[in-house]
């Protein structure tokens, strides 16, 4: 059966919650799921964020997860591809570069200029993936964060 990608609402909350726990859970932070539901429930209900569900054996087995950022050279929308997730069970089955291809039409349909990304230095296969899904790495920029403690 193939793989159906669904933009996320409140009506997918639950099952979103879930995943998104896993994933926050894969990144090494403490399982919360009311906490992880609370904020992707504030996302969707103001409108900050864009995610697409994907299920497989009728089940929601991932995610990707846009924000929106503006480009200073293109003066464009950009989405910042902030979370992508598969559930360790569904991954070797294309559903990342599935997620990653409708997150790409996704930028078609906003005529927004493109998709940006980061990720960990030892993320092994994101770091295969994002370029075979044709990403190119920025060798020309650093990236700093600054966190309010």
């Not at 900050?48 to 200073?72: E, M, S």
């Not at 997730?85 to 930028?107: E, H, M, N, T, W």
């Not at 349909?109 to 960990?120: H, K, N, P, V, Y």
Request: hydrophobic fraction near 40%; charged fraction near 25%.
């Amino acid at each position: 059966m193939m793989p159906q990608i669904e933009v996320a609402t409140l009506a997918h909350l639950d099952q979103f919650a879930e995943l998104f726990n896993d994933y926050r859970i894969f990144y090494e932070q403490p399982s919360d799921l009311e906490k992880g539901k609370a904020f992707l429930k504030e996302r969707i209900n103001n409108n900050d964020t864009v995610a697409f569900l994907i299920k497989q054996d009728d089940k929601y087995v991932g995610f990707a997860h846009l924000y929106p950022l503006y480009h200073y050279k293109s003066l464009k929308r950009q989405w910042l591809l902030s979370d992508l997730f598969v559930d360790p069970a569904y991954r070797g089955f294309g559903l990342a570069v599935a997620l990653i291809d409708r997150s790409k039409q996704f930028c078609d349909e906003t005529d927004a200029c493109g998709l940006l990304l980061e990720t960990q230095k030892t993320n092994i296969i994101g770091n295969h993936l994002y370029p075979k899904c044709e990403f190119e790495q920025d060798i020309e920029h650093n990236y700093y964060n600054w966190w309010r403690v």
